[in-house]
């Protein structure tokens, strides 16, 4: 049998990934002499290039546009892919199995800042970044979420989502006024600039910031923010890798590495001293 020992993270673009360098100081320091790079994959190219690994293959991540190609290729989901509907994480085998770790590292990122509870949050943007961080929100206490998109048409499965965890989410247009709420959380492309207006409304009475983004960092978003709490979109890609590390290791999210802090400390390394 092959020692399964491939992986990497897959997505287009992907050249700006930070995640090889991320699984790399793990693995080190786990003493894993796993391989984990990177390829551009679109969305049309995701089943053929799929079909093509062979068995040295252990793991992929999965970004966008490819989360929910992932999801429609697994045979099992766990519980935050299945409430989502996209996963970023598949575990190689004789059969595919997917998980969703982007919802844990939203969750871990905010725990890091003291941000363990709130009862109301604003999500901006619709994707599937969006749908993991209404699932992240609601399992720390959210009963009240205000979707804004440009198009909020696109919000309709957030809706729904909302209904299966029993909180009320109500969608707006962008410019929209807001009330108040604990947290916004950030779901909108890289590089986005909103209209000045615009983000000093989200700002006001927008609680504490949690921007998905983190390249370039600060946001145009986090600028526009004052004094309050803004944690960056680093924290979730952090704690999302060590989640899918522990599936790669032993095929559960909840798993914790030997020696964990030490694996967190050098990822954490990684990010803040890139080699490249």
């Known amino acids: 049998m092959v020692d399964q020992r491939r992986l990497a993270v897959w997505g287009d673009p992907i ?7 991320l699984h790399a100081a793990a693995y080190t320091v786990l003493g894993l002499d796993w391989e984990y790079g990177r390829r551009q994959v679109t969305g ?3 089943a053929d290039e799929l079909g093509s690994l062979d068995e040295s293959w252990l793991g ?6 490819l989360k929910e190609h992932a999801f429609r290729a697994a045979a099992t989901h766990d519980r935050h892919a299945e409430m989502t509907g996209a996963m970023n994480t598949l575990l190689l085998g ?9 919802v844990g590292g939203i969750i871990d990122a905010l725990a890091e800042r003291s941000i363990t509870e709130v009862r109301t949050a604003r999500i901006l943007g619709a994707g599937a970044t969006a749908a993991s961080a209404l699932v992240a929100v609601a399992e720390i206490g959210a009963i009240r979420v205000d979707v804004r998109a440009r198009r909020p048409e696109r919000a309709a499965g957030l809706v729904e989502l909302g209904t299966r965890l029993g909180i009320d989410v109500q969608v707006a247009p962008l410019d929209d006024a807001a009330e108040a709420v604990d947290i916004t959380v950030a779901t909108l492309p890289s590089g986005t600039v909103l209209a000045e207006e615009s983000a000093a409304r989200l700002a ?19 600028t526009t923010w004052g004094d309050g709490v803004v944690v960056s979109g680093l924290g979730m890609l952090l704690h999302q890798a060590v989640r899918q590390i522990r599936i790669f290791l032993n095929g559960d999210p909840a798993h914790v590495l030997p020696d964990e ?4 400390a050098a990822m954490r390394a990684a990010l803040d001293h890139p080699s490249s």
Not at 60 to 65: C, D, F
Not at 213 to 221: D, G, K, N, R
């Open 44 to 46: 049309d190219a995701f």
């Open 60 to 65: 992929l991540s999965l970004t966008m546009p």
């Open 261 to 264: 802090p030490a694996v967190i």
């Open 15 to 21: 050249a700006h990934s930070k995640s090889p360098a």
């Open 94 to 102: 004789e059969e595919l199995a997917g998980f969703n770790t982007d």
């Open 204 to 222: 006001h009475g927008g609680g504490a910031l949690f921007d998905a983004a983190y390249a370039p960092w600060p946001s145009a978003l986090a």
